[in-house]
């Protein structure tokens, strides 16, 4: 229907809203997939019509949700490449990443009626892809730990440090040892293509974690 | 009680449940009976009258007369008869007895006795119903009722509707919204009722309307009384009116108190009903006074009310209908008109003055606040009020605080301390000052008690002299004007009458009910201790006495200073003038002269500084002089030495002082309230007890409204009080230190000792007047602007800080969008953020990026902002550096003064340099280091620009770009051997021509169109950006001939190309590359090149046809878009014979070599050209990538599964194509898909009987994996 730019009011607003929500449910469930936490910290709740397993412990979400408040303005302004779950052994040496590229369109074409549900089938497919990927994972040592990594584009960054969304909750620059991953073997989980949000998942695991 | 509570209990006891439609049509049908009825009544007894229009009756029980002929009546005197009671229409129910329980149903309604309606009939108009109510407890009496009532008005105001009820009035003023008062519709009725003779009526009114006042009040908390009547001490004079009116304050509170929340959004409606209210008030007014004696006001007016003067009501209501501010003036015009004696009540009569006052005089009045006094010209200034409200204009916080007379105080502080602090430092160096005041004072002492010489030595005691100026801006302002002394004079920035216009949005009510409440516990305070002493000034002037519907009108421009002679009359410092003006009509007001007081203050403080060099500047106007040495040294008492200090500065000054002396700083200050005006007095240590006992608590220095209140709550009053507290007492209390301070101060103690440099805690700016951002961006700015004055500030004072607190003021919640004063802040909520920093700064750009950061993460909303503040705390002395500070403190005196900004060039150049420097540098080392890219390689040897890696990726994403942008403006002409025949033949002739001219014109000169033997890299242009290095194309200028730009390919060495893709190439390329290399005269690669193209070919002799002609039709559909690629290097390499011989191992390239370097791997055959293929493919923003036509996985799987299993060997130049086709996937990021099809082709291939097929595979993910470690640095992991 109408075509809309990105310039638009609050379209990256929306995207971002939609991309957030979404990380936070992936978030929850890597984490419960990938045995990152003991499962009975998770309860099984219901989105995008799947079940997903979702954390309960306040902290853990607390940390997820301050994390992707700050990962929202940079989908907002389209700053965001990747977004990167980070799986880490005790030595902090990453064992699994799983990357969220993320893409937008520049020219963004709204159908507004068909646009929701057909975005939330993409997210959807997208869960139930990583609720199954330990199939084609091996499984990670015990006492993993996880953090999340942002790539953004051009000098993002700089605004960040400016616009601290919230007080004391920084980003700082990743380390080499949390980016750099060793032989690292890429296994695609999934990609979407929906009209405003080009996205695909997937992860790269050492070849050997122990 | 609400409406539908009642239906829903009447229904329920009525039984009318379920009969809705029924009973409705029933009343309706009765209704109609009755209309008809009307008039034939009407006609039979002939005695009609309109008495009870609007009035609908309902008959409950026995009545005499009956309710027959009570419905007889109705109809005969145009009122209606309710055979069912109905809520919302019917006004009365008639009825004689009523059981408890009806009683209690018909709470809230107004039940009649039926006499009211025949001794209404008898009278000829319709009688208050007050007096015949059944039950005096009921509705009207009760406070809840008042909102019942109102309710229930919307039911009186549908009835006028109808046509029967034509009165004259009833239609203009019925449909005004009365609903939120009961007086209103109470004056309405009055107003509208029948004018002939209802002054007795009205009478009755007031009777009953005062009955309600006075019984709201009772259910009102007493403190609040005084509130509620001053809201209208300024419109009635009368006692009797302020308790008539007393409801109607009531009810504007209670719907101010009530919808204060939601106010922002009635907002457009809520000062119209006030409006309302004040229009009835006025009329309410008017009518009382007019059954005063005066009968020919009562003549006046009642043509203003009936007649002609429904022409009021109906001004009235266009008023409210279209609700702009721009009718407000009408209102006072209405006044004006409604009032018959203006000059009986002054508090009302400068309202239609004002209203007459054009706007664009309110315009200047306001804008005017913050101006220099010098009047400006209107347009001037109303453009500045326009204009102003973003407070983001360059120069505007510099323009605020050059204005700001806050900021000259505080400034001016620091100045004389740096004064006083310098003439100590010069007096040192010269080995001692010559103070001309103290050798006038020896000489004058040597004079005249030359003989009593004994009298002098005293015990020596330390006396220090506070002096402070009278009404300093008063007196300074009236200095040059001795016709205003002796009169009440204030110093503001208003100078018209006092009145402005209200403005949209702006509330003024709501906010001093604000405050009021703020205030209560003060005032409860004050009634019940009877503290009358420990008000301080500053209480008294919050406009408790002064709340005043007209208020609005009144100017909010603040009172500077007053004279002794206003301050008589209750006008006080900071007290708004406009209601200063009320309280003293003569007040003058004088405009501030800031050159003046600097004036006034430099030779003030010259004067004290003629005697001692022991001065501690408190402000502008006043210091601290420790007088104990001079004493002794002159042997006068201290009496002497303040006379004749004051006659000094009154002398150089012509402004008069007054001099407390004391033992200490706080018995001196303490003296010099007692010596004010223009005296002074020495507190001698043997009274000070007695003297300090009287004292209020809130004379005591750091006592201020807060603590004494506290202190109030202990049941403290006076100092004589708190010396009855244990010090444990105090402390807990207080906290340690307060409460030790409390104890000493209240004892008259107090061992500050006279500093002549202060130690400064935080050095802040803050702006809170017409702060209106709009956008993020501006707050920004200002903040960015509001860092800079205080790094201004910061080096003014020399020092640094670690603590940054940004301090910001947003409307409260609901508090009204534009405040009473004009730009000024309005209620706010407060919020203030700060954060430490590792190392002190004075950088106003550190300073800046901080408190950015804190203002994102205060999350506000910009839009309610109303002010900001900057303050920097924990400060370090930059004294260190003595070069920068040296010379300005050695520096003369008036240059210090009037030079506000001493230059520490030296000092800030570097810091700002720092400032700088630092965030770019991490900044370049963040984004270094949150890219992915893999690790750049040693510094490129090629002549690449930029220095560093780091710096370069943060640059290069432009320059590139620039280069792009140009090379695509002009057409690129393609060799020959890329242009299809066909489409050149199509071509228009001229355009035919002008392409083969190009060729013919890059063949005749091929040495210079091909570029030298240097390699494409180290080529000058672009900077590393996307290596595009071996395929950039470059457009040669070519003078003179503008249309044949020929393409020129930079070539890349020819150690890079790869012999076999070589031998894929058409003949006619071949030729073409051929030649070029020849060209460029690079003997060796050349001959290499040719060699190895040799034997390629012969290697490939199978191979060559096929490839060549699907490799040409493909190439044409490819490259029909003007965004053409380079020839041969894209194409992928093949190996000959067995793919297995390409193992990874030496496909594999040297993994992240920057393609910099590349081209210096001289003879590295194996070195694959991937990586070029990935960043060209970067270039051209493809579509999707498609394998022969295909796009859907299953199509390419069907065309997959087609392959594998139809033919027996795989061709090259198919494998090749799918190895393209992965490679888009890889690029186009759809990795989901490049692993389903290689799985799939894995499944297909190894199943395959064939190993070539399972080579060609291998082959394939060789490949694939190769794109996908230079893409994301790992590779596909396939099981």
């Not at chain 2, 590295?1164 to 990538?1185: A, M």
Request: glycine share 6%; with cysteine; net charge neutral.
């Amino acid at each position: 229907m109408a075509t809309l730019t990105r310039q638009d009011l609050n379209f990256g607003q929306v995207v971002a809203d939609i991309l957030c929500e979404f990380l936070e449910v992936a978030i929850h469930l890597i984490l419960y997939v990938r045995d990152v936490y003991p499962s009975g910290i998770f309860q099984k709740r219901k989105k995008y019509n799947v079940p997903v397993q979702m954390s309960c412990h306040p902290d853990l979400n607390q940390y997820i949700q301050d994390t992707l408040h700050c990962v929202k303005p940079l989908i907002e302004k389209n700053e965001a490449e990747k977004v990167v779950v980070v799986i880490m052994d005790k030595e902090h040496h990453p064992v699994e990443r799983f990357v969220f590229e993320i893409s937008q369109p520049p020219l963004l074409s709204i159908n507004s009626e068909t646009l929701l549900s057909h975005v939330e089938q993409l997210l959807r497919a997208m869960i139930l892809k990583i609720s199954v990927c330990d199939a084609v994972l091996d499984n990670n040592p015990p006492g993993c730990t996880f953090t999340v990594l942002v790539h953004t584009r051009e000098a993002a960054t700089k605004n960040m440090e400016k616009v601290q969304v919230i007080k004391d909750f920084p980003w700082i620059v990743a380390d080499e040892q949390e980016v750099h991953m060793e032989e690292a073997k890429l296994i695609p989980l999934k990609t979407m293509t929906s009209d405003i949000l080009k996205m695909q998942l997937y992860v790269e695991e050492k070849t050997q974690k122990t | 009680m609400s409406r539908d509570g009642w239906r829903k209990k009447a229904s329920e006891d009525d039984g009318w449940a379920g009969r809705g439609g029924y009973m409705a049509a029933k009343i309706s049908k009765l209704e109609e009976q009755f209309q008809k009825d009307a008039p034939r009544e009407r006609q039979k007894d002939g005695t009609s009258s309109c008495i009870f229009s609007g009035v609908a009756i309902y008959v409950n029980g026995y009545t005499d007369p009956s309710a027959d002929e009570l419905r007889r009546l109705m109809m005969l005197h145009g009122g209606q008869f309710h055979l069912y009671y109905t809520h919302s229409k019917t006004t009365h129910i008639i009825a004689t007895n009523l059981p408890n329980r009806k009683i209690q149903e018909l709470k809230g309604e107004k039940v009649v006795r039926p006499e009211w309606i025949t001794d209404s009939i008898k009278a000829g108009h319709q009688l208050s119903y007050v007096q015949y109510q059944l039950y005096t407890k009921q509705k009207g009496l009760k406070f809840s009722s008042v909102c019942v009532r109102g309710k229930q008005d919307p039911s009186s105001s549908h009835e006028p509707s109808k046509p029967s009820l034509n009165h004259p009035q009833s239609d203009s003023i019925k449909p005004q919204p009365s609903h939120t008062q009961t007086l209103s519709r109470e004056v309405l009725k009055s107003t509208h009722a029948n004018h002939k003779d209802n002054f007795t009526e009205r009478r009755n009114h007031q009777l009953d309307v005062r009955l309600n006042g006075s019984c709201s009040i009772i259910s009102e908390e007493d403190a609040e009384r005084p509130r509620v009547n001053g809201i209208h001490d300024e419109d009635d004079d009368d006692d009797d009116d302020d308790k008539t009116c007393a409801l109607l304050p009531k009810g504007s509170q209670n719907t101010l108190l009530t919808n204060g929340d939601v106010h922002s959004v009635n907002a457009a409606l809520k000062p119209q009903d006030s409006f309302a209210e004040l229009q009835l008030h006025v009329v309410e007014t008017g009518s009382h006074q007019s059954h005063l004696p005066q009968t020919e006001s009562r003549d006046q007016e009642e043509p203003s009310c009936s007649s002609a003067g429904s022409k009021a009501n109906s001004h009235q209501r266009s008023l409210i209908s279209t609700a702009s501010p721009a009718k407000q003036p009408g209102l006072h015009n209405m006044q004006k008109d409604l009032h018959p004696k203006p000059t009986s009540n002054p508090g009302t009569s400068a309202a239609p003055q004002k209203g007459n006052l054009h706007d664009q005089t309110r315009v200047r009045l306001n804008g005017s606040h913050l101006m220099t006094p010098d009047s400006s010209t209107l347009a001037d200034s109303s453009n500045q009020a326009g204009r102003s409200g973003k407070g983001t204009e360059d120069g505007i916080i510099s323009e605020f605080f050059s204005h700001s007379r806050l900021h000259h105080i505080s400034t001016w502080r620091n100045e004389f301390s740096e004064y006083v602090n310098a003439l100590q430092s010069r007096s040192r160096a010269a080995g001692g000052a010559v103070f001309s005041g103290k050798e006038k004072l020896k000489k004058l002492k040597a004079n005249c008690s030359s003989g009593s010489l004994m009298a002098a030595p005293q015990v020596r005691q330390s006396c220090i002299l506070h002096v402070d100026m009278d009404c300093f801006f008063v007196s300074v302002g009236i200095r040059h004007r001795p016709n205003l002394k002796g009169k009440p004079v204030a110093v503001t920035s208003n100078r018209g009458p006092g009145r402005v216009a209200k403005r949209t949005g702006a509330n003024p009510q709501l906010e001093f009910q604000y405050y009021q409440r703020k205030q209560k516990p003060y005032r409860k305070e004050k009634t019940d201790g009877d503290l009358e002493m420990t008000l301080s000034p500053q209480r008294d002037e919050v406009p408790s006495n002064g709340v005043d519907l007209d208020l609005a009108a009144l100017s909010m421009a603040e009172i500077a200073s007053c004279s002794y002679e206003a301050r008589q009359a209750g006008v006080r410092n900071g007290m708004f003038f406009g209601r200063a003006k009320q309280l003293c009509p003569d007040l003058q007001s004088v405009p501030y002269d800031f050159q003046a007081y600097k004036e006034v203050a430099l030779s003030m403080y010259e004067t004290l500084a003629s005697y001692t060099h022991n001065i501690e500047a408190l402000s502008c106007d006043e210091a601290l002089v420790d007088a104990t040495n001079l004493l002794v040294e002159l042997g006068v008492t201290p009496d002497d030495l303040a006379r004749a200090i004051r006659e000094d500065i009154r002398e150089k000054t012509g402004c008069s002082a007054s001099v407390g002396i004391g033992s200490n700083i706080l018995l001196a200050r303490m003296g010099t309230r007692k010596a004010k005006p223009n005296g002074q007095y020495f507190l001698r240590s043997e009274e000070v007890d007695d003297f300090i006992r009287d004292q209020p608590v809130s004379s005591l220095p750091g006592v201020g409204r807060s603590m004494s209140s506290k202190l109030t709550s202990l049941g403290v009053s006076t100092c004589g009080d708190l010396q009855q507290l244990s010090i444990s007492r105090l402390q807990r209390e207080f906290g340690p230190r307060t409460g030790q301070t409390l104890f000493r101060f209240c004892r008259g103690l107090d061992d500050r000792p006279v500093r002549s440099e202060k130690e400064r805690k935080s050095v802040s700016a803050e702006m809170n007047y017409n702060i209106r951002f709009t956008q993020v961006e501006e707050a920004e700015s200002f903040l960015t602007n509001l860092s800079k004055e205080v790094q201004k500030r910061m080096e003014g004072a020399g020092l640094k800080g670690r603590r940054i607190t940004l301090k910001v003021m947003m409307r409260k919640p609901g508090a009204p969008v534009e405040p009473a004063k004009y730009g000024g802040h309005g209620i706010c909520d407060n919020f203030a953020r700060s954060v430490l920093l590792a190392q002190p700064t004075d950088s106003g750009q550190l300073i800046a990026a901080e408190a950015i950061k804190l203002f994102y993460a205060m999350k506000l909303d910009v839009k309610d902002m109303r002010g900001v503040g900057l303050q920097v705390q924990q400060l370090e002395g930059s004294y260190a550096d003595p070069s920068g500070q040296g010379p300005s403190r050695g520096r003369s005196i008036k240059d210090l003064l009037l030079a506000k900004q001493p230059a520490h060039s030296p000092r800030k150049e570097p810091l700002a340099q720092d400032g700088l420097s630092e965030p770019s540098s991490s900044r370049a080392f963040s984004s270094n280091q949150e890219r992915v890219t893999p690790p750049s390689s040693p510094p490129s040897t090629s002549s690449d620009p930029m220095p560093g890696t780091s710096k370069g990726g943060l640059h290069h994403p432009h320059t590139p770009n620039h280069v792009r942008t140009y090379l695509n403006v002009s057409i690129e002409v393609p060799s020959p051997s890329q242009v299809d025949q066909s489409v050149l033949e199509a071509l228009p002739l001229d355009i035919r021509k002008q392409v083969e001219q190009s060729w013919r014109h890059r063949e005749e000169q091929p040495s210079t169109s091909f570029h030298p033997s240097t390699p494409p890299r180290t080529s000058s242009s672009p900077p590393p950006g996307p290596s595009l290095g071996t395929l950039v194309l470059q457009l040669q200028n070519q003078p003179g001939q503008p249309c044949t730009t020929g393409i020129i390919l930079e070539l890349p060495d020819f150690s890079q190309v790869d012999p076999e893709v070589f031998a894929a190439l058409p003949r006619e390329l071949q030729d073409e590359l051929c030649s070029a290399y020849r060209n460029k005269g690079n003997a060796q690669a050349q001959a290499q090149a040719q060699g190895s193209a040799v034997e390629q070919k012969k290697t490939f002799p199978q191979l060559k046809q096929p490839v060549v002609g699907k490799l040409k039709r493909r190439y044409k559909k490819r490259n029909a878009s003007p965004a053409k690629k380079g020839p041969s290097p894209l194409k992928k390499l093949f190996p000959e014979n067995s793919p297995a011989k390409s193992s990874p191992s030496k496909t594999l390239p040297l993994p992240p070599i920057h393609p910099d370097l590349k081209t210096e791997n001289v003879q590295c055959l194996s070195s694959p050209s991937t990586d070029v293929l990935e960043t060209l493919s970067k270039l051209n923003p493809r579509p999707v990538p498609t394998l022969a036509g295909a796009y859907e996985f299953s199509d390419i799987r069907t065309l997959l599964s087609e392959w594998v299993t139809t033919i027996s060997e795989p061709m090259e130049e198919d494998i090749l194509q799918v190895v393209k086709y992965c490679t888009e996937l890889v690029e186009d990021k759809d990795l989901e898909k490049l692993y389903l099809v290689i799985k799939y082709m894995k499944r297909l291939m190894q199943q395959s009987s064939e190993s070539v097929w399972s080579m060609a595979f291998d082959f394939i993910l060789d490949n694939v994996q190769v794109v996908v470690q230079q893409t994301y640095g790992s590779t596909l992991k396939i099981t």
